[in-house]
Structure formats: structure tokens, C-alpha cells
């Protein structure tokens, strides 16, 4: 038998636009990056711009600010001024209107906006929609975004932001302070990006840093590629057998992700401080994850040697 796809009301499954729809996006953007074939991170509600609030504003792969408006109701002028005021604001390159019933004047309106500038704006339809009895889910799609053209243009012209080349110096200092402590990461060059990282020495495993504006993190990120799910739950279930062991060595308890539904699975530990923080700051933040990262590695390793894999 084959089941009928059912449109689920979006106020039964996100009752508050603020409170409960954008929450969940920011805890799963990766939903939007596959509608959209982007890679954004480190998406932070409520963000201020000027003397208004943005819904999310997340960052693309190369630093620069991402406004994602939220309007779980027909589009109107209200949010697309918004959209265009938060937009220009913070200096953003993309901007991301998503709501539940695009009106083709607004599709006509984004559209020109690409045409007329090397910046990216883009209509999001959100359905939600469910087969029988099972939980609702999420439905994304592109109703209007830049052409492949116009993003190979804008990609061109970019420029490193503040927060990229803040981020780029301090991956730089904390790689030159790593070097007194430990040969790990010593082969790799400071970047841009929020995370830096290296091989754990077994194929898709890795030791990488994570760096937001004030918190970071030391983490094994699992995650052989697009036809291993399977065989990442695998590994990640292997090390979760000796967590007691694992968190002993290390001497305080990890954050085990096997994230379900998602490909990736994660071992991660979190350091206070990041990017933003002071710069005087930045040394004794640097110290803490350099120590971090060296007891992961050393918790670890017994353990990845003996992976059945």
C-alpha cells in the first residue's frame, strides 16, 4: 500500500512564529541548507540591527552574516521591508524570506532584487506535511533565489568580514600556542571558518575546534560521507560503549550526539569564550581548548584504534 501526503496546518505544529518556529529552525538548519543547497551555521535568534530584531541570522561558508526572516502566515510589505532594512543593517550578503504563502507580486520583487545586484535574496514556501498517522514534517521550497550566474559573480567579489578575519587570527595564535603543547594540528594553516580541524587517523573521523562568538568547543566529528549513515551510528555506538572509560581519562563528562534523522554523529566538550570576546582574553581561552583538545585525543584513542570499521 502506498500512503497519501497530507498538508498538516502550520499553527498545529508551531503555535508562536518566535517561540516555537524559529527555534526549531535554528536547531535544524540543516533542513533549510538542503532546500536551499547552502551551508550555513552558527544561526542566533533575535539578533539586533539597528533598533529592530532579526528572526536568525546565520553565517555562510565564508563568515558573512545570513538574515532569515520568519512569517508563518501570506507574505506582506511589512516583512519584505524588514527583510530589506535587517539586510542592509548588518552588512548581510543573503537574505532568506520564509514563509507559508508567497504572494507573485513579492516573487516579482525578490526577483529584481537579484537581477539588480550581486547580492542573494530568496523566497522559502514552509509546508508542513505528514503520510497517515505519522509526525508532521517539514517542507521547504525555493520559490525564488539568484541565479547561478549572479552567485558566481557575488562569490567573486566577496571580501573577508571582521568576524572572518577575527576568526582567522585567533585560529592563527591558538595553532602558534598549540605548537609548545602538542604536534596535533601542527600540520594545518589558520582559516576564516568557524571550526578548524584534522584526521583522528581513521578515514572520515575527525579532531576539530569550534569557535562562536563566546563559546567553543573540542570535538570528534564522525562522518564517512554521503552512503555511511549506517556505518557511522556504527562507530559512534562502538565508542559510546566505553563513554564511562572515555570520560574518565578526560576527567569530565563529554556530549554524546548520535544525532538521529542526520548522517554526522559528534563527541563533543564546550570552553566558554570565543572570538568576540576581548582579546586580552583570547590566550587564556586558547589555553583551555588546546588543554581540551589534548586530553579528547588522548581519551580517545585506545578506543579508535580498536574501531571495527
Known amino acids: ?28 538548519i540543516d533542513v533549510l541548507n538542503e532546500a536551499l543547497d547552502l551551508s550555513l551555521t552558527s544561526a542566533e535568534r533575535e539578533q539586533s540591527a539597528g533598533g529592530f530584531s532579526v528572526d536568525l541570522i546565520a553565517e555562510d561558508e565564508g563568515g558573512h552574516p545570513v538574515v532569515i526572516e520568519c512569517q508563518l502566515e501570506k507574505s506582506n510589505h511589512d516583512h519584505l521591508g524588514k527583510l530589506i532594512t535587517y539586510f542592509t543593517a548588518i552588512g548581510a550578503k543573503k537574505a532568506i524570506w520564509i514563509v507559508s504563502d508567497p504572494r507573485p507580486e513579492h516573487v516579482g520583487a525578490v526577483s529584481w532584487l537579484n537581477e539588480s545586484s550581486s547580492t542573494e535574496f530568496y523566497i522559502v514556501k514552509v ?11 517539514p517542507l521547504l521550497t525555493k520559490i525564488v533565489g539568484p541565479s547561478e550566474e549572479l552567485e558566481k559573480v557575488g562569490h567573486t567579489k ?68 554521503k552512503e555511511s549513515e549506517e556505518e557511522n551510528k556504527s562507530i559512534f555506538d562502538q565508542l559510546f560503549r566505553s563513554k564511562d572509560t572515555i570520560e574518565a581519562t578526560f576527567g569530565q563528562p563529554l556530549k554524546w550526539e548520535r544525532l538521529e534523522g542526520k548522517r554526522a554523529c559528534r563527541i563533543s566538550n564546550a570552553t566558554e569564550g570565543g572570538y568576540r570576546d576581548n582579546e586580552k582574553k583570547w590566550p587564556a581561552i586558547q589555553d583551555t581548548m ?20
Not at 290 to 309: F, N, Q, V, W, Y
Open 1 to 28: 500500500m502506498i500512503g497519501r501526503l497530507e498538508r498538516v496546518p502550520l499553527r498545529e505544529v508551531w503555535k508562536h512564529e518566535a517561540l516555537d518556529f524559529t527555534r526549531w529552525l535554528q536547531e535544524n
Open 127 to 137: 509546508e508542513a506535511v505528514r503520510i497517515g498517522d505519522s509526525l508532521p514534517a
Open 158 to 225: 566577496e571580501e573577508l568580514s571582521e568576524r572572518s578575519m577575527l576568526r582567522r587570527e585567533f585560529w592563527r595564535q591558538l595553532l602558534e600556542r598549540a605548537k609548545a603543547k602538542t604536534k596535533l594540528h601542527s600540520t594545518i594553516s589558520p582559516s576564516c571558518y568557524s571550526w578548524i580541524g584534522m584526521g583522528a587517523g581513521k578515514s572520515g573521523l575527525g579532531l576539530n575546534y569550534g569557535i562562536r562568538q563566546h563559546e567553543s568547543s573540542e570535538e570528534l566529528y564522525i562522518d564517512r560521507g
Open 290 to 309: 588546546i588543554d581540551a583538545m589534548i586530553r579528547l585525543e588522548k581519551a580517545l584513542r585506545p578506543h579508535l584504534e580498536k574501531l571495527k570499521i
